[in-house]
């Protein structure tokens, strides 16, 4: 998020000197795909970004293998 911050600053100040609209329509699209990103990574089932929750997962198996030892 900062460096999304950083960019768009830039691009603002960039804009000053010039009478260009095409920050205008950069920063929108910029901010719109920092915000799918911030949605996708909320949603653990599917998306453009997948995290396995390998830790999880070993504990899991490791408390089953634990139980399992506990009653014969």
């Known amino acids: 998020m900062g460096l999304i911050a950083f960019f768009s600053n830039m691009l603002l100040g960039y804009r000053e000197r010039r009478t260009s609209g095409l920050a205008l329509l950069i920063l929108p ?6 915000y799918f990103l911030i ?3 909320d949603g653990p089932r599917g998306g453009v970004i997948e995290v396995t929750p ?3 997962i070993s504990v899991s ?3 089953k293998a634990q139980q399992q030892g506990l009653n014969p």
């Open 54 to 56: 390998q830790n999880l």
């Open 39 to 41: 949605a996708d990574i």
């Open 29 to 34: 699209v910029i901010a719109s795909i920092a």
């Open 61 to 63: 198996q490791f408390m």
